[in-house]
């Protein structure tokens, strides 16, 4: 089962984020647990200098702005 | 359990994109053209009398709506296909462990190109002070994203002239590269909270994203989807408190105010802007419509630049990593270089 952990501080963008997250393993049937991170020194731990980030099982795969739905894919799939 | 593979990306090819970026220019371009007459036309239709208040207030309000919002679609869509070449995390690499003079100029010059959005302020800050990014360097780029942006001076471009366009970029760029500069020769370090101080995380590695010219485009269409949806009635409304200027407030009594005459107006304007906040594109038609009515350049530009770069809402969020005199000096670094420039272009243009 796959982490999937949304970093940013409650912004409507990090929310959508989180949301297309959710949907997109429903979608392909893919069983997640999903964490929203929005304590700012956790986020910033991870070594990101934009938000939202996505971590899929603890790697950071994106850092700054709306994901395309397609990347969010291929992190759920394959990451 | 069916998993169905992601679906493949579909690029159309490079000329096809050009030619109907082509096509939508030429299109632009004839529908711009016809608003003056358009704006006129539906405020002869409509039950006001000849060449009254009201009628120029309309008037106002019907060719600057449209006006800014197409201007506003062109200029924010070039701009995100621009700055899908930029992204924080690279900008943040090209500007960790560089001095201060230098990295403040590098600094500001980057601020107007790395998409920046308030929401992202504190991750930015951390991230940049984290990754050994001097305190100094980090102030100018947070100064100038929100200030120097390409909202703002397209519309100035437009509205107002590329003469005042032009000298807002530059001063607000000296702005941002000055009162960083200050703030790094004040060694406030000691003045972040706790936290900000103990993070020390490797910057995330990350794959460089290669992009087609179709995403770069996508990218620009992205941008005037979130941005335009952002704005637009900030935009209604600031033209709506243009008209009514436009239309209503006496020329005279606004000189004596705002004219070159008042010293005192540019420190007010500025007390007025800073806990303002409207976006750019909302502040730009008043900006016109007073410089219209004979106030002083410098007076409304401070006014503009200190609503625009120092907020509220901006400064509330920044508390969380800034102790409380490190944001005074923020501010009062800040709003004192916006009153210098303001006296200065006072100066300069008569």
């Known amino acids: 089962m796959k982490n999937v952990k949304i970093l940013g501080s409650g912004c409507k963008r990090c929310m959508d984020t989180a949301e297309m997250a959710r949907s997109t393993a429903e979608r392909l049937g ?13 986020i910033a731990s991870f070594g990101i200098a934009a938000t939202p980030g996505v971590v899929v099982d603890g790697k950071v795969v994106h850092a700054g702005g709306l994901p395309r739905v397609e990347d969010m894919e291929k992190w759920l799939v394959d990451a | 359990m069916s998993l169905s593979a992601p679906a493949p990306r579909r690029d159309l ?19 711009y053209g016809q608003l003056q007459g358009a704006a006129r036309w539906l405020v002869a239709v409509l039950p006001v009398a000849n060449g009254s208040h009201m ?11 449209p006006k800014v919002l197409m201007l506003l679609v062109l200029v924010v869509f070039a701009m995100g296909v621009v700055r899908s070449f930029f992204s924080p995390v690279k900008t943040r690499s090209l500007l960790s462990g560089r001095r201060e003079g230098l990295g403040n100029i590098l600094a500001a010059g980057l601020g107007v190109f790395t998409p920046f959005c308030s929401c992202s302020a504190v991750p930015l800050f951390v991230g940049f002070v984290s990754a050994g990014v001097p305190l100094g360097v980090t102030f100018s780029f947070l100064i100038a994203a929100p200030m120097v942006n390409e909202v703002a001076l ?13 000298t807002y970029l530059a001063f607000g760029l000296a702005l941002a590269i000055v009162a960083g500069w200050i703030i790094g020769r004040l060694h406030l370090e000691h003045w972040l909270e706790d936290w900000v101080r103990q ?18 485009l996508q990218a620009g269409a992205t941008a005037v989807k979130d941005i335009v949806g952002r704005v637009w009635l900030w935009i209604i409304l600031g033209i709506a408190v243009g008209a009514l200027i436009h239309g209503f407030v006496p020329a005279d009594l606004l000189a004596a105010i705002l004219g070159r005459g008042a010293w005192w107006s540019v420190p007010v304007a ?3 802007g800073v806990p303002m906040y409207s976006n750019a594109a909302g502040i730009i038609p008043v900006v016109e419509a007073l410089l219209g009515k004979g106030a002083a350049l410098g007076t409304v530009l401070a006014f503009m630049m200190s609503v625009i770069a120092l907020s509220l809402p901006e400064l509330i969020i920044l508390r969380k990593v800034l102790s409380l005199r490190l944001i005074a000096v923020f501010v009062g670094v800040v709003a004192s270089g916006i009153i210098a420039v303001g006296f200065l272009f006072n100066a300069l243009f008569t």
């Open chain 2, 55 to 65: 009628q120029e207030a309309l008037q106002f309000f019907f060719y600057d709506v």
């Open chain 2, 199 to 216: 993070v020390r995380a490797a910057p995330a590695d990350l794959a460089p994203e290669e992009m087609t010219l179709h995403q770069r």
């Open chain 2, 154 to 166: 397209g519309l100035l471009l437009v509205l107002v002239g590329w003469r005042v366009a032009l």
């Open chain 1, 30 to 42: 893919i069983t997640i647990t999903l964490e929203k991170v929005t304590d700012y020194a956790q």
């Open chain 2, 270 to 272: 500025v007390s007025l």
């Open chain 2, 13 to 31: 090819p490079s000329v096809l994109l050009l030619a109907g970026l082509v096509v939508a220019l030429v299109l632009w371009w004839l529908v």
